[in-house]
């Protein structure tokens, strides 16, 4: 069983930068795939960053390519999410999950999630 807490969100200006924190126990995150979702009201749930392998690889999608960075430390069981140049558009609850395999990750199939934290940005 892995258990996954989010913490770092809060309200930000659009251009703004927040760091999101997921903390991990019962599995090591370097042996896992690990993902950051969002979900908007009304909307999907959507990869923004996934980070898995040893040596480290990482995915994004062109909505946030070149502005959020997925990274991990490995000592502290911990992933984080740093977003910078925020846009109104990137406000969602954010979520950590977590899944075994590498296949299917951009899909939301993943095994462990998060409660999700809130991340509002402000026009």
């Known amino acids: 069983q892995v258990q996954l807490r989010e913490s770092g969100g809060g309200l930000v200006q659009a251009g703004g930068s927040l760091r999101l924190s997921c903390a991990a126990s019962g599995r090591y995150v370097s042996n896992v795939v690990m993902g950051w979702f969002r979900q908007a009201p009304g909307k999907e749930r959507d990869l923004v960053a996934a980070i898995f392998r040893s040596p480290v690889r990482t995915y994004y999608p062109d909505s946030v390519k070149g502005r959020f960075t997925i990274s991990r430390d490995n000592a502290k069981n911990t992933v984080y999410l740093q977003m910078n140049s925020l846009k109104p558009e990137d406000t969602a609850v954010y979520y950590c999950?977590?899944?075994?395999?590498?296949?299917?990750?951009?899909?939301?199939?993943?095994?462990?999630w998060g409660q999700g934290t809130q991340v509002t940005v402000s026009a």
């Open positions: 999950a977590a899944r075994e395999s590498i296949s299917g990750l951009i899909t939301p199939n993943y095994d462990y």
